[in-house]
T-cell receptor, first 117, second 111 residues
């Protein structure tokens, strides 16, 4: 009866390395979101999937960030050529409703803490 | 101006007192409003949501929404030390269902 899971929980990367962060949403959840949370700040939206379709990627900070959800379940957020400013907690959330559910609840995973040295 | 604004705190309240948290938002098209609690090093967990003007109560928590003033608040009655956390206000816009968060208010409940 799992919630949203994410792996790895912690990732240390050297500047310039590529990283891949995984999210397993709650089974059957249609919508999947990625957020970035800097220390002491609220989460900021990165991108949104409805099933396998990426419907909104307006929050991705640069073209070094790429997300996919090829089979409509597990999602991967990839960051190429990491920079120090990418250091943050990356949160994944899922919800059962498709876009437009105004009161739909998003359930968050534990996050991946990325540190770029 | 940030889209969703909260006082960062810390808001210090004695055990048993009422904690009052405030949040303002700029987009009049916002439809739904969420309060999340986040313990240090943990992920946000939903406390409650509200989408109609007025009050909504759930246990020790009451959310209040005033769309005309673009203001939403959260009251925590009979505050307990376990309520010490950061409280995040989030707004759901009409399209896309993404949440826009405020910076959070840190609450400290002292025994």
């Amino acid at each position: 009866g799992a919630g949203v899971s994410q792996s790895p929980r912690y990732k240390v990367a050297k500047r310039g390395q590529d990283v891949a962060l995984r999210c397993d949403p709650i089974s059957g959840h249609v919508s999947l979101f990625w957020y970035q949370q800097a220390l002491g700040q609220g989460p900021e939206f990165l991108t949104y999937f409805q099933n396998e379709a990426q419907l909104d990627k307006s929050g991705l900070p640069s073209d070094r960030f790429f997300a996919e959800r090829p089979e409509g379940s597990v999602s991967t957020l990839k960051i190429q050529r990491t920079q120090q400013e990418d250091s943050a907690v990356y949160l994944c959330a899922s919800s059962s409703e498709p876009s437009g559910g105004a009161t739909d609840t998003q359930y968050f995973g534990p996050g991946t803490r990325l540190t770029v040295l | 101006q940030k889209e969703v604004e909260q006082n960062s705190g810390p808001l210090s309240v004695p055990e048993g007192a009422i904690a009052s948290l405030n949040c303002t938002y700029s987009d009049r098209g916002s439809q739904s409003f969420f309060w999340y609690r986040q313990y240090s090093g943990k992920s946000p967990e939903l406390i409650m949501f509200i989408y109609s003007n007025g009050d909504k109560e759930d246990g020790r928590f009451t959310a209040q929404l005033n769309k005309a003033s673009q203001y939403v608040s959260l009251l925590i009655r009979d505050s307990q030390p376990s309520d010490s956390a950061t409280y995040l206000c989030a707004v759901n816009k009409a399209a896309g269902n993404k949440l826009t968060f405020g910076g959070g208010t840190r609450v400290l409940v002292k025994p």
